[in-house]
């Protein structure tokens, strides 16, 4: 099998070069419906075979699942993908009778404890090596800090810890080489801003808020990547279902003014006989910060699809279009221009 050839971009100042296109590996370890082990492993191994670079996974995923599932396919590939991981969450075992699986249908026998110390993020790092069965990975994110998923007042004592040794760590991890690429994976734009505060990041995994659907983003947080010099890997490009035929938006049912929205953007793409999760895939890529988009296929068809939203070609007077008619966010760069 020949594989494609993706455009690369770069990640920050650092050396890393990853496929526009990635893959993650939350809905492989099976979230709200059960996944196969070997449907997993098999659509790991297709991203590889038509020539994704980057594969994205998580101590959360699962409860372990993601990981290990990951690590037995990345083991064997050569050349072997660009791997980030995230840190945070420690895995403790949990008698399964009593465990809290969250949405994951099957997990590992884990439950999560949130830890954003030194000596918490050295230990998740160290322990997803395990769990992947590998001796390195090259990208490590500060995994949902922030009010988003904790709450105002829980979030506090969480950010101190980051804030007075567990960013230190991640610099120890990175200065010394042992990652490459240091940064935060969320799904609020606002707790970025809050980690300029602390130092320098490399990249960040924003999940569902650089969308065709939502910009909220764009200002101050793009634009204050593009001055410090910080790529971003776009997360959730669909809105977690929404659009590509779902009815589903930040996980739970669409509220309708967001489905009259998104009625408004496909009304667009058909005008131009585009489908709408093929501009929704490409979308985020207008924005010279973006780097990479990472959708989660939970099979080899599903991937099939996307490869095939991928490859199709969007005439720029669809962005310009959507702009005009006020579905764009003022300022959002499309091609020839902003909108």
């Known amino acids: 099998m020949t594989a ?5 971009r770069r990640i920050a100042r650092t050396d890393l070069e990853v496929t526009t296109l990635g893959l993650g590996g939350a809905s492989l370890a099976g979230i709200f419906s059960a996944v196969p082990a070997e449907q997993a492993r098999a659509t790991v191994a297709h991203a590889l075979d038509q020539g994704l670079d980057y594969v994205d996974t998580a101590p959360q995923y699962g409860l372990g699942r993601s990981e290990h599932l990951v690590g037995d ?19 403790k075992p949990v008698d399964p009778a009593v465990q809290d699986k969250g949405n994951w249908v099957d997990p590992l026998p884990f439950d999560q404890v949130y830890d954003y110390s030194y000596d918490g993020i050295m230990r998740s790092h160290a322990d997803s ?19 988003a998923t904790h709450g105002v007042e829980a979030n506090k004592p969480l950010w101190e810890q980051l804030a007075s040794g567990g960013y230190r760590a991640l610099r120890e991890l990175r200065d010394s080489g042992v990652v490459k690429a240091i940064g935060l994976g969320v799904n609020e734009w606002e707790v970025c801003m809050g980690a300029f505060a602390l130092g320098d990041w490399d ?26 010099k910080a790529s971003v890997v776009v997360g959730g490009p669909f809105n977690s279902g929404i ?5 589903t938006f930040n996980y739970a049912k669409a509220p309708d003014d967001i489905v009259q929205r998104v009625r408004a953007i496909e009304a667009v793409c058909k005008a131009f006989n585009v489908p709408l999760p093929a501009a929704a895939l490409q979308f985020p890529l ?3 910060a973006v780097c990479n988009v990472l959708p989660g296929p939970r099979s080899p068809q599903e991937l099939d699809g996307i490869l095939d939203w991928w490859d199709t070609k969007i005439p720029d007077a669809l962005w310009s279009t959507l702009a005009d008619e006020g579905l764009l966010a003022p300022g959002t760069p499309i091609p020839g221009g902003t909108a």
Do not use: N, W
């Open 4 to 8: 494609r050839r993706f455009e690369k």
């Open 73 to 91: 396919v990345v083991r064997a590939a050569s050349p072997r993908p660009i791997i980030s991981t995230k840190v945070g969450r420690l895995l």
């Open 203 to 228: 990249v960040f995994l924003l999940a569902g808020r650089y969308t065709l659907l939502e910009q909220t983003a764009l200002a101050p947080f793009m634009t204050t990547c593009i001055e410090r």
């Open 243 to 247: 659009l590509v035929g779902g009815d």
């Open 129 to 147: 090596l395990q769990r992947l069965g590998l001796e390195r990975v090259d990208i490590l994110y500060v995994h949902d800090i922030g009010v």
């Open 286 to 288: 207008t924005h010279p």
